[in-house]
T-cell receptor, first 114, second 115 residues
């Protein structure tokens, strides 16, 4: 069984400030971890993914995430927020074999204040 | 490369009516998924196809939902009869393989409102 918990359903930051979106996972097998972004009335777009290579993963639009096995975390960060980053962000986990199904967290709505 | 196409984008029906959604995945993608995304929640997998065979439909409410992918390309998801709680966005996604590590590409979704 696998699950994802996203702490904070809403996060607000000022433009230019650090963005930190939290994600903790539970998985019975070595996990693959993903962050997706969803803009209004659009589908989900992959930001980055961890597939057991480097623990620090760089994605699109300046986002990165660090896999910490000891903390079962995969938090998403961006050094400087931009207005265009306002969207909903989903963390997701999958595994191998019978656990390959992608399980999503409940999402974090990011608001960027001018 | 064209993305995942879905239609219609919006649908409003009354409870107990029937509705169907269509999805055309990225060309060459063997795996196709249907997700239900209720407002304020993350997407939940309804069914996964590998080519034209069902891999996982454990979370599909089979008494009212059905899905098919007859020729291993496009797919249709049907709800009959619809209930109020079926109001959601229905997302279709595809990937080149069904392994857990492969990126899934999502379509824009169909927003269903059941009155």
């Amino acid at each position: 069984a696998q699950s994802v918990t996203q702490l904070g359903s809403h996060v607000s930051v000022s433009e230019g400030a650090l963005v930190l979106l939290r994600c903790n996972y539970s998985s019975s097998v070595p996990p693959y971890l993903f962050w997706y972004v969803q803009y209004p009335n659009q589908g989900l777009q992959l930001l980055l993914k961890y597939t057991s290579a480097a623990t620090l993963v760089k994605g699109i639009n300046g986002f990165e995430a660090e896999f910490k096995k000891s903390e079962t975390s995969f938090h998403l960060t961006k050094p400087s927020a931009h207005m265009s980053d306002a969207a909903e962000y989903f963390c997701a986990v999958s595994g191998s074999g019978s656990a390959r199904q992608l399980t999503f967290g409940s999402g974090t709505q990011l608001t960027v204040l001018p | 490369e064209a993305g995942v196409a879905q239609s219609p984008r919006y649908k409003i029906i009354e409870k107990r009516q029937s509705v169907a959604f269509w999805c055309n995945p990225i060309s060459g993608h063997a795996t196709l998924y249907w997700y239900q995304q209720i407002l304020g929640q993350g997407p939940k997998l309804l069914i996964q196809f590998q080519n034209n065979g069902v891999v996982d439909d454990s979370q599909l409410p089979k008494d009212r939902f059905s899905a098919e992918r007859l020729k291993g390309v496009d797919s249709t998801l049907k709800i009959q009869p619809a209930k109020l709680e079926d109001s959601a966005v229905y997302l279709c996604a595809s990937s080149s393989t069904g392994t857990g590590m492969n990126e899934q590409f999502f379509g824009p979704g169909t927003r269903l409102t059941v009155l």
